[in-house]
Structure formats: structure tokens, C-alpha cells
């Protein structure tokens, strides 16, 4: 069974300050990773995802995340916050049942 | 990348009657799915809409109270039946081909509020 654990519901850093935001997966195959961003009222939107090709993987808006199989792990960064970036993340994973298993989400706010 | 298109955006409704939302994608897609959303929550799978037969419900949701169509590979409609308080929540639709190697398209979703 896959899942992804998203740890810190809540994350503040300072404007210009790295951003870090953690996942974990559990999978019994090679996992297929996302990262989704969703602003206030808004729908979903793809950051980036990894499908087994390079491990570091860049996305949009600046943001990346490196896929970790000993770590088990993608986490997501980015050098430096800014403003737009406060938003909700959702880590999810690609899994049986032809389905995505979305973590529980991170809500980052910007300090300016 | 496709484009789904998601309506309402958002709507109050009185406990007792149904609502139905829809989702339009600008091109054809093999996939598309429901979710639900509640407040401060992850999303939550409640069906998967296949073209040209039932739709597969996830465990706890089931086709009475959220009956599901799927006329073609570009549009969905979910119906949310016999609203009750409960059932305010935001409801997304997602659509995609070929998911394992692209990704999955999302409306904006609707913000439901039953009172």
C-alpha cells in the first residue's frame, strides 16, 4: 500500500528565508511523487513530481525536491521565500488502485 | 496540459436538496476523479468516474448520496444528494491521461455550504 506522511501541518519562515517542507512515502514499488500547491480558493496545481528519472527534480515557482530512497523521502524546497509562496502543499504519491494518496498538507506562511 | 473547468464555485444550499456539480476538460482524458475536501483537511477520494459505466466509489461514499456521470471523456457531474451540514466541504474534480508519467489536472473546486 503506498501513503505519504507530511510532517509539520504548519510552517513559518521569514521572507528570503529557505523553505523546507517534508514527505515521506511508504510504497511497495518504485514510488511516482508529487508536489501540489494550492492557494486560497483555489484548486491544485502541480509544483513538480517524480516519475524514477533524475532524483533531484525541479518544479515551478522556483521549488525543488529531491527524491531520497534510502530516506524514503521528497521533501520540498526552495532558496528563498517570498511572499507568494504562502500557500497550502500536499504531498502525494502515485499508487494502487490507480489512484493518488495525498498527505495531510502543509500550510506555509511568509513572514515579511 | 489540460484545462478542467469546475462549476460552481461555490454555493449555499439548504439541508434536504441536492446540488450538482460539474466538470468540463478541454480535451480527452482516460481518468478523472472526486474529491472532498473538508476544512484545514487533506483530499479525500470519493469516486472514480469512468466513461460509459458506474463509477467506482471509495469506502464510506456510495452512489445514492453521490451519484456520479460520465457521458464522455471530457465532461463529469457529481451530485450531491439530501445535503445535510455535514456535507459542507470543498469538492474537487481531477482528470489526466496517462497519470503515471504525467500528472493529474484539478478544477478550482466548489466550496459547498449547506445550512
Known amino acids: 500500500a503506498q501513503s505519504v506522511t507530511q510532517l509539520g501541518s504548519h510552517v513559518s519562515v521569514s521572507e528570503g528565508a529557505l523553505v523546507l517542507l517534508r514527505c515521506n512515502y511508504s510504497s511497495s514499488v518504485p514510488p511516482y511523487l508529487f508536489w501540489y500547491v494550492q492557494y486560497p480558493n483555489q484548486g491544485l496545481q502541480l509544483l513538480l513530481k517524480?516519475?524514477?528519472?533524475?532524483?533531484l527534480v525541479k518544479g515551478i515557482n522556483g521549488f525543488e525536491a529531491e527524491f531520497k530512497k534510502s530516506e524514503t523521502s521528497f521533501h520540498l524546497t526552495k532558496p528563498s521565500a517570498h511572499m507568494s509562496d504562502a500557500a497550502e502543499y500536499f504531498c502525494?504519491?502515485?499508487?494502487?488502485?490507480?489512484?493518488?494518496?495525498f498527505g495531510t498538507g502543509t500550510s506555509l506562511t511568509v513572514i515579511p | 496540459s489540460a484545462v478542467i473547468s469546475q462549476k460552481p464555485s461555490r454555493d449555499i444550499c439548504q439541508r434536504g436538496t441536492s446540488l450538482t456539480i460539474q466538470c468540463q476538460v478541454d480535451?480527452?482524458?482516460?481518468?478523472m476523479f472526486w474529491y472532498r475536501q473538508q476544512p484545514g483537511q487533506s483530499l479525500t477520494l470519493i469516486a472514480t468516474a469512468n466513461q460509459g459505466s458506474e463509477a467506482t466509489y471509495e469506502s464510506g461514499f456510495v452512489i445514492d448520496k453521490f451519484p456520479i456521470s460520465r457521458p464522455n471523456l471530457t465532461f463529469s457531474t457529481l451530485t450531491v444528494s439530501n445535503m445535510s451540514p455535514e456535507d459542507s466541504s470543498i469538492y474537487l474534480c481531477?482528470?489526466?491521461?496517462?497519470?503515471?508519467?504525467?500528472?493529474?489536472?484539478f478544477g478550482q473546486g466548489t466550496r459547498l455550504t449547506v445550512v
Open positions: 481531477s482528470g489526466g491521461d496517462r497519470l503515471v508519467d504525467t500528472e493529474a489536472f
Open positions: 517524480y516519475t524514477s528519472a533524475a532524483t
Open positions: 480535451s480527452q482524458v482516460t481518468m
Open positions: 502525494a504519491v502515485w499508487g494502487t488502485g490507480n489512484q493518488f494518496y
